[in-house]
């Protein structure tokens, strides 16, 4: 078996192609890396890894089509290390016998976690804590705090780091409302939670997670009308992309004092320097990290070794994608 690493060689290469990692790919096939300091052109590719049997690759990897793909007649799997599979695979590909995996499992249990860590963070107030210690002063008598228990949590969209997340906050007693354009009743019984419309989730939880893919489709989904009907000091997390809420509306709500936030994406990244959100002591932010963390990169190559082994064995793959999950994932 020939696998060919897309990738350039850099510092972020390094933390998916660890010493481990390498040698497990090596013990799998004979094993070919890109030299060059950049990523290569669909052309470049196809015409140096003409005798692949796996292309892994990495983000900012060129997109590949059905007719990339002929011209690797041994081609059988690409095997992304990023999450999503949108910005490798061109839907044409899923017309070949070429199959499509990545590292968002991994990818999306780290996420989940983020989303529970920014939860548990915003809502016990951390941050302004925090500074209230380094800045000299302390608590005062009364002090204002909150914890997830015992709270209704709503979701946004049900794909992968979402399922991840429910199961998080299962401890913590959550009445737990879904929605989602796809899950039934009986799927949300499993997760212990229940599916909803927006204008129940948004009027009536303590606190809403989001986690719908940036398609045209979501885009602006969390209208202002939404926004508007949320309780007060409700919170709203986003570990999605910033286009996915009416962000202008999200802003005024939470600089004017009526809703807390914990966002991750913005429209604009980097937020600009003079934003007055990043005054508002009402929010938290972070700089689109919430996932995944760095020491799980090497667990993405270990865990695409795993079915890499499967299609050297003949086996059929356990986490390939179709055309039409593809379609469900955020572009990139």
């Keep these: 078996m020939k696998i060919y690493?897309?990738?350039?060689?850099s510092e972020q290469t390094d933390t998916f192609l660890t010493p481990k990692a390498l040698k497990r790919l090596r013990e799998l096939g004979e094993v070919f890396l890109n030299t060059n300091e950049r990523q290569l052109t669909t052309d470049e590719?196809?015409?140096?890894?003409?005798?692949?049997?796996?292309?892994?690759?990495?983000?900012?990897?060129c997109k590949?089509?059905?007719?990339?793909?002929?011209?690797?007649?041994?081609?059988?799997?690409?095997?992304?290390?990023?999450?999503?599979?949108?910005?490798?695979?061109?839907p044409d590909l899923y017309e070949t016998n070429v199959q499509v995996i990545s590292g968002n499992n991994v990818f999306a249990k780290s996420v989940a976690?983020?989303?529970l860590c920014y939860t548990l963070d915003a809502l016990r107030r951390i941050e302004f804590y925090l500074n209230e210690v380094r800045e000299g002063r302390w608590r005062q008598a009364e002090f204002q705090n909150r914890g997830l228990i015992g709270k209704t949590v709503g979701i946004i969209g049900f794909g992968t780091i979402a399922k991840h997340f429910v199961e998080l906050i299962r401890w913590f007693d959550c009445e737990v409302l879904i929605y989602s354009s796809h899950l039934t009743q009986e799927e949300a019984a499993k997760y212990g939670a229940r599916t909803a419309g927006l204008e129940e989730i948004f009027s009536t939880c303590d606190v809403i997670s989001v986690h719908a893919a940036n398609t045209p489709k979501n885009h602006g989904m969390v209208s202002?009308?939404?926004?508007?009907?949320?309780?007060?000091?409700?919170?709203?997390?986003?570990?999605?992309?910033?286009?996915?809420?009416d962000e202008e509306a999200m802003f005024e709500h939470i600089m004017s004092g009526h809703i807390c936030g914990a966002l991750d994406v913005f429209c604009e990244e980097p937020l600009p320097v003079d934003h007055p959100m990043r005054q508002c002591k009402n929010a938290l932010l972070l700089p689109h990290m919430g996932g995944p963390t760095i020491d799980m990169r090497e667990n993405v190559t270990l865990d695409l070794c795993k079915e890499i082994e499967r299609l050297k064995n003949g086996l059929p793959l356990q986490s390939a994608y179709s055309a039409d999950a593809a379609t469900r994932m955020t572009p990139g």
């Excluded at 990339?68 to 290390?81: E, F, G, S, Y």
């Excluded at 202002?224 to 992309?241: F, G, W």
Aim: glycine share 6%; proline share 7%.
């Design 5 to 9: 690493v897309t990738m350039p060689p």
């Design 45 to 61: 590719v196809t015409e140096w890894a003409k005798d692949a049997d796996v292309l892994v690759t990495c983000w900012g990897t």
């Design 64 to 90: 590949y089509s059905k007719a990339d793909v002929a011209k690797m007649p041994n081609l059988k799997l690409i095997a992304h290390t990023g999450g999503t599979v949108v910005p490798v695979a061109a």
């Design 113 to 115: 976690e983020g989303a």
């Design 224 to 245: 202002r009308k939404l926004i508007e009907s949320m309780k007060q000091d409700a919170l709203i997390v986003n570990t999605a992309r910033g286009p996915v809420i």
